[in-house]
């Protein structure tokens, strides 16, 4: 089985533990962070993807302060600026923090289950701060073309590759022969779930979830996989 997987684009913070934002403290930050102990390394970068998805989930992203999040995580503008020089860089770095690995997908022990339970954790994802942020994102990329270019990067890249692992799960249960299966084909279903939740807003409804897995992904992947010479 050959499976052609997109790299998720360069990130400085990849192997960090995600962050669980019902955890947060949502107070609204107060005082001089100079007079507060003081974070450092891994501490100090934790402690501002938190803020930052923090102030996305109270703010929204439009009117995102890197003050706010430089005060919350007790740290000075400076020390964001060093790591994340735009704001879209720290906004991607904090979304990105938030995203399962793909090595941790469901095995549910059928390949029907298994992409349900990947669309569905994707779209809980996006119900939350880190649905406003990508939202704010492609505001932004609009205007960029290199932006736009690292939004897709980043969009692409873990989902594909969880999708490989879902593809490889089948093959080894003998739900699927094995093939190829494109990038392309294996980024589909998710790109369906993406466009609706840009396109009509809220939470992506589990009956669309339910009708992209069955009229839209398992149609296409087992069509591909016996189109295999």
Known sequence: MAILAESPADRIHSAMPRTDTAKLELATPSGDHRTRPRRRGRALDMAILEATIVEIDKYGYAAFSVERVAERARASKASLYRRWPTKVELVLAAVYDLLRDPAAAADTGSLRGDLLALLRSAAELLAGPAGTAIRGLISDALRDPEYAARLRNFTRGRSVAAMADIVRQAIERGELPSGTITMR????????????????????????????????MLPLLHAAAVSQP
């Open 185 to 216: 084909q294996l980024d589909v279903g998710l790109s369906v779930m993406r466009f609706y939740f840009l396109t009509h807003g809220g939470r992506v409804p589990d009956r669309v979830i339910i009708e992209i897995v069955d009229e839209v």
